[in-house]
């Protein structure tokens, strides 16, 4: 039997008190809360081995070197991708996609060209495309799902052809759960000759991924998300594809040769990282693969799963709980509206209690219109959260209904 | 009542209240309970938009006087204007413009100050003195 409370000694920030009651934490869609391993490397990194990677010749150099290369190694591993040189460090899962957008844009997108984003997407995977649709006269197409928050694959079907460049998917939905088919997508896509872009900043932390397996020929991540430093994240892409796009960003580290007359590029990875990488973050990003591995993706989807079941069956008692988000198959995110509270007052309220949830349109406004509400509560779970936790969600909202009248 | 002894009033009911489940109730309270705006002023021009709630707030200029009317979706930032509404009607624009709200901070609301807090309760007041300005120069 999974407990929790064995891992919750290693987050001290999960012990505070909020206005004087514990805190309880089920933001983590949002961001996840940091083992003391990852900040113990964050501060080790800068404490023992802090030089600019790559060119230096001295000892400390060599090893912040031989420590970020080793943490591409590490992500390589963890996604099981075929080589270190498909893992490109960026900022996070936007600039991920941002640099998809534009390198797999200018490389291989024409006028009239189409791309397929869905209905459920964040917008950092929608915004993007819309740009750069725009610089190339290409067209976004969008699939939609139904009011269980499952994806429409049929309407998949019937836009794909072969004008469609790519398909853009998150593989889990951070407003309505919703674990995605991304392995049959890909296939389908594929057929069509379409590649396919998978978000994973929701998934990460919850599913073993491999990128082979599920034929991504993009994934990407945010560290953030998995008990890793906010401000790295990860590209990974088929080394067949990331070698003929373009480069993002110019600068340092991704050159070979600079004359004013011609630039001649570096290889991969670094043709992509302009600049000094967050090597200090890269390595924590490593420690807390490490720390979830040691943990078992499974020992936590399963832990999260029921978790997601128990709020579900405690919270579907309350009087005019309306939840969004039904998919059979579904990550730990729980979106709900209660009568007509708005969900504003529902999270200041739950907020006052010492609860964390998130409110509003979740960066995912079409999916707000899907349902035709403004936002919703969303509740969202980690290992370390307990049932205990989501018994005390169940009297805040008892709480805030009487507080409204509701 | 002067402005100031409408500001002690508030601070009044809240004195007593020491936990923060009971000011809120309060606030909700006091938006559950309030006439709102007419509909003729519920429209998008008089609206003031929070990151979550909708805000709308409207001004009457009559004998000199200024009177607001304000309302919101949501019954926290319902409950703000509420009290902003209380306080400020019935004054002259230079009184509006001259106010010191302090029973935002005697009440404990000053977290609510902060321009990113998403019931943007400083662009109500914004909002509020603009409307004082604008009669004021008409005025002139």
């Not at chain 1, 990875?269 to 490490?290: C, H, M, Q, V, Y």
């Not at chain 2, 319902?78 to 009440?107: H, K, Q, W």
């Amino acid at each position: 039997m999974f407990n929790p409370d064995i891992y919750r000694h290693d987050f001290p920030i999960l012990s505070q008190q909020i206005y004087g009651k514990p805190l309880v934490y089920f933001d983590n869609a949002a961001t996840t809360q940091k083992p003391l391993c990852v900040v113990e490397k964050i501060k080790s990194g800068y404490l023992e081995q802090n030089a600019n990677i790559h060119r230096g010749v001295h000892f400390l150099s060599e090893r912040a070197t031989e420590a970020h290369e080793a943490a591409r190694q590490k992500v390589q591993q963890f996604i099981n991708a075929n080589s270190s040189n498909e893992i490109v460090f960026t900022r996070g899962t936007t600039e991920a996609i941002n640099l998809v957008a534009f390198s797999f844009g200018e490389t291989f997108c024409k006028a009239d060209d189409e791309i397929i984003v869905t209905e459920m997407e964040h917008h950092s995977n929608i915004v993007p495309w819309q740009m750069m649709c725009e610089r190339k006269g290409a067209i976004l197409k969008v699939v939609h799902f139904d009011d269980n928050g499952v994806l429409n694959i049929e309407e998949l079907r019937s836009l794909l052809n072969e004008k469609t460049k790519l398909v853009a998917i998150a593989q889990v939905s951070n407003t309505l759960g919703t674990i995605n088919p991304v392995k049959e997508i890909a296939t389908i896509a594929h057929q069509y000759g379409a590649k396919v872009l998978i978000d994973g900043a929701q998934s990460i932390p919850h599913i073993k991924v491999d990128v082979q397996s599920i034929d991504a020929d993009f994934f990407v991540f945010s560290a953030h998300k998995i008990y890793g430093p906010t401000g790295i994240g990860v590209l990974y892409g088929k080394e067949t594809l990331l070698e003929k796009m373009q480069p993002y960003q110019g600068g340092g580290e991704m050159i070979q040769k600079v004359t004013f007359e011609k630039t001649t590029y570096n290889e991969l990875p670094f043709k992509f990282e302009a600049g000094t990488p967050d090597f200090i973050g890269s390595t924590a990003l490593a420690e807390a693969l490490n720390y979830v591995e040691k943990i078992g993706m499974a020992n936590i989807a399963e832990h999260e799963h029921q978790l997601l079941c128990y709020a579900q069956e405690k919270l579907s008692a309350i009087e005019k709980m309306r939840f969004f988000g039904n998919s059979p198959k579904k990550s730990g995110v729980l979106s709900f509206l209660v009568g007509n509270i708005h969900p504003y007052d529902m999270g200041s309220i739950l907020d006052k209690l010492g609860i964390a949830v998130r409110t509003g349109h979740h960066c995912a406004q079409p999916v707000m219109d899907h349902f035709g509400i403004e936002g919703t509560v969303r509740a969202s779970f980690s290992f370390y959260n307990t049932k205990e936790e989501i018994d005390i969600l169940y009297n805040g909202i008892l709480r805030a209904q009487k507080m409204f009248k509701n | 009542m002067t402005l100031n002894e409408k500001q002690d009033a508030i601070i009044a009911e809240f004195e007593f209240l020491d936990d923060w489940l009971d000011k809120y109730q309060l606030i909700i309270d006091k938006s559950q309970s309030s006439k709102g705006i007419e509909d003729k002023y519920k429209v998008e021009e008089n609206v003031i938009e929070g990151c979550q709630s909708k805000v709308w707030v409207a001004a009457e200029f009559r004998d000199e006087k200024v009177y607001y009317q304000g309302e919101s979706n949501t019954d926290i930032a319902g409950g703000i204007v509420c009290m902003l509404v209380e306080i400020l009607s019935g004054e002259t624009p230079d009184d509006i413009l001259n106010a010191d709200l302090y029973f935002i901070e005697r009440i404990g609301l000053k977290e609510h100050l902060s321009p990113t807090r998403s019931n943007g309760m400083l662009a109500m007041i914004k909002q509020m003195r603009i409307y004082a300005l604008a009669f004021k120069s008409q005025n002139n």
